[in-house]
């Protein structure tokens, strides 16, 4: 299975100021098509996960610009171009090119400063 | 509007076999291209996936619990039960239902599809306890 891994797993951050986690998987989740299979949640404190960027870079619905997903292969980036306070909660990175089994990375919690 | 809702006891003992139902509304799972998915929770740490049933009956489970998962549907009723047979207290968790849909891409390769889990439940908690 591929292991996901991010960085850092505690992240305090003052309101306004931008934000980056990083996620690493142990082998590349670059597909044929050129799309790279990764996908980004947030769990609000109390909530269920919900689905942030898919590909890798792809908004879903909803979900404001300040969010960005970047990187390709094995090394990806969320960034958060402004913190605002609904934005804390625990950030996953998850792989769906080998999937099934999904594999989610350890989550990141997001605080803030 | 899509939505999906677990039910199942919130304590089961040792040994006991848990059946966990979700319940959903706003798709079928008759349509090409929809699947349900199992994820859970323990207290505090990441989550970790299950198993998924396809709308083609295909079903995946984790490999290091694929000998105590069992999932199943039912179309008509639009539930996706999941078993798990032999509980520990390890297996204490909040499991979550989420609905994993099939979307085509256009890529310079040609055309492609992918999965994604775009709508979840709100879990139920499961404690195993004596």
């Known amino acids: 299975d591929i292991v996901m891994t991010q960085s850092p797993l505690f992240l305090p951050v003052t309101p306004g100021e931008p934000a980056s986690i990083s996620c690493r998987s142990s082998q590349s989740l670059l597909h044929r098509s050129g799309y790279n299979y990764l996908d980004w949640f947030l769990q609000k404190p109390g909530q269920s996960p919900q689905l942030l960027i898919s590909l890798g870079f792809n908004r879903s619905s909803g979900v404001p610009d300040r969010f960005s997903g970047s990187g390709s292969g094995t090394d990806f980036t969320l960034k958060i171009s402004r913190l605002e306070a609904e934005d804390v909660g625990v950030y996953y990175c998850?792989?769906?090119?080998?999937?099934?089994?999904?594999?989610f990375g350890q989550g990141t919690k997001l605080e803030i400063k | 509007q899509v939505t999906l809702r677990e039910s199942g006891p919130a304590l089961v003992k040792p040994t006991e076999t848990v059946t966990l139902t979700c319940t959903f509304s706003g798709f079928s799972l008759s349509t090409p291209g929809m699947c349900v998915s199992w994820i859970r929770q323990p207290p505090g740490k990441a989550l970790e996936w299950l198993a998924r049933?396809?709308?083609?009956?295909?079903?995946f489970y984790t490999t290091s619990l694929k000998t105590r998962l069992t999932i199943s549907k039912d179309t008509s009723k639009n539930q996706v039960v999941l078993s798990m047979t032999n509980m520990d207290p390890v297996d204490t968790a909040t499991y979550y239902c989420?609905?994993?849909?099939?979307?085509?891409?256009?890529?310079?390769?040609?055309?492609?599809?992918?999965?994604?889990?775009?709508?979840w439940g709100k879990g139920t908690t499961v404690t195993v306890s004596s």
């Open positions: 998850m792989q769906t090119l080998q999937a099934p089994p999904y594999t």
């Open positions: 989420a609905r994993i849909r099939r979307e085509f891409v256009v890529a310079p390769a040609g055309l492609s599809y992918y999965y994604y889990m775009d709508v």
């Open positions: 049933i396809d709308w083609d009956d295909s079903k």
